[in-house]
Nanobody, 128 residues
C-alpha cells in the first residue's frame, strides 16, 4: 500500500506562492493517478487538482484554482507537486494528496471517494 507524506504548507500573504509536495513510498508510484484535495474548517473535502499516471500528461483542476495552481509529478522521486500562485485567503485549508483507487483510467474525477491512502495533510494559511 502506498503511503503519502505532504509538506510545504505555511503562512503566507495574499498574492504569494507556495509549492506543496507529496512524497510516496514504494516503487509503484508511477502506476497511480494522483489528486490534491483541501479541507477548510467546517467544510467537506474539495477537489483541487488531479494528474494521470505515468508521465502525467493529463491534468485537471477545480474551478476555484484554474489558472493559479499547477499539478506535476516526478516519478523518479516518487513525488507529486502542487504549485500554488496568486494565493487568496479563501485558499486557506489543510491540503492532502491521495491515490486514485479505481480500476479505470483517470479522467478527472473530483470525488474524494475515488481516492485513498491519504496523507496527514499540510496546513496552508493565507492572510489578507
Amino acid at each position: 500500500q502506498v503511503q503519502l507524506v505532504e509538506s510545504g504548507g505555511g503562512l503566507v500573504h495574499a498574492g504569494d506562492s507556495l509549492r506543496l509536495s507529496c512524497a510516496a513510498s514504494g516503487n509503484t508510484f508511477g502506476n497511480y493517478a494522483m489528486g490534491w484535495f483541501r479541507q477548510a474548517p467546517g467544510k467537506g473535502r474539495e477537489f483541487v487538482a488531479g494528474i494521470s499516471r505515468g508521465g502525467g500528461g493529463l491534468t485537471f483542476y477545480g474551478d476555484s484554482v484554474k489558472g493559479r495552481f499547477s499539478i506535476s509529478r516526478d516519478n523518479a522521486k516518487n513525488t507529486v507537486y502542487l504549485q500554488m500562485n496568486t494565493l487568496k485567503p479563501e485558499d486557506t485549508a489543510v491540503y492532502s494528496c491521495g491515490v486514485y483507487l479505481r480500476n479505470r483510467v483517470y479522467t478527472g474525477s473530483s470525488d474524494p471517494a475515488d481516492f485513498g491512502s491519504w496523507g496527514q495533510g499540510t496546513q496552508v494559511t493565507v492572510s489578507s
